[in-house]
């Protein structure tokens, strides 16, 4: 079994270059292989503390676009375009700060979520589900229809249910692995591009996804 190195190349690389965590460099090889980012884009970061990612959408946009950062702990924003909303997702008035500080629809949703985990299966097993029907029901108000979101998935017993339900919003999804990762991570992204929009069929489909869990080592 590969052994767990908190410090490994992505740690050094990460210090080196003074971003806050290693989890940069997953999205920044993810946002090159799939071009995800237009010029100006307006960019929503799920689970963005403390930073990593954030770091590598304000390097992308160069000072275009916005980007609005949501988690449970507050951090800094890297720049004047980069708006940070400190919050539980699953709340209400999250939902809708997030709404308010885009101005308009999303062109892409960028998801780290990793809920905090008990070790009790049962719970770690709903957390997830919620965080997934949490990021869904903000993609399905704030990302323009042909727009994407690109989010941090567990590969295990319940992983055909979350992809089910990515299907139900996107014409289509890529699973993938980056190099960042660590050896023998259960990690995955999907990278799930075409948004139908939020129509009837849509609404009418009920996430009942209920998402693989691991540690949050995995960043
Ligand atoms: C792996 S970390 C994100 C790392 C970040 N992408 C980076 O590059 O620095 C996962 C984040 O999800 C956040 N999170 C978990 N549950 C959340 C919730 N219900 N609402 C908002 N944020 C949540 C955690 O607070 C944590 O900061």
Do not use: N
Not at 167 to 190: K, M, N, Q, W
């Amino acid at each position: 079994m590969a052994r767990y190195q908190p410090h490994d190349k992505f740690f050094h690389r990460a210090r080196a270059r003074g971003l806050p965590s290693r989890a940069a460099f997953k999205l920044e090889e993810l946002l090159a292989r799939y071009r995800l980012l237009p010029p100006d884009a307006r960019v929503v970061d799920l689970g963005c503390a403390p930073g990593g990612w954030l770091a590598v959408l304000h390097a992308a946009l160069d000072g275009r676009g916005r980007i609005v950062g949501v988690d449970r702990v507050s951090c800094a924003a890297p720049g004047p375009h980069v708006i940070i909303i400190a919050g539980d997702l699953r709340a209400g008035e999250v939902q809708a700060a997030v709404m308010d500080a885009l101005g308009d629809r999303a062109d892409l949703i960028t998801s780290d979520l990793a809920p905090k985990l008990s070790g009790i299966r049962e719970r770690d097993q709903a957390q997830s589900r919620e965080l997934i029907e949490a990021s869904l029901a903000l993609a399905a108000r704030a990302l323009r229809p042909g727009g994407a979101m690109l989010a941090k998935v567990f590969m295990g017993a319940e992983f055909p249910e979350v992809r089910r339900l990515f299907a139900v919003h996107f014409s289509r999804i890529d699973v993938v692995r980056t190099r960042a990762s660590r050896p023998g991570s259960a990690e995955l992204y999907l990278i799930a591009r075409g948004f139908r929009g939020a129509g009837p069929e849509v609404a009418a489909a009920s996430p009942s996804a209920a998402m693989a869990t691991r540690s949050q080592r995995d960043d």
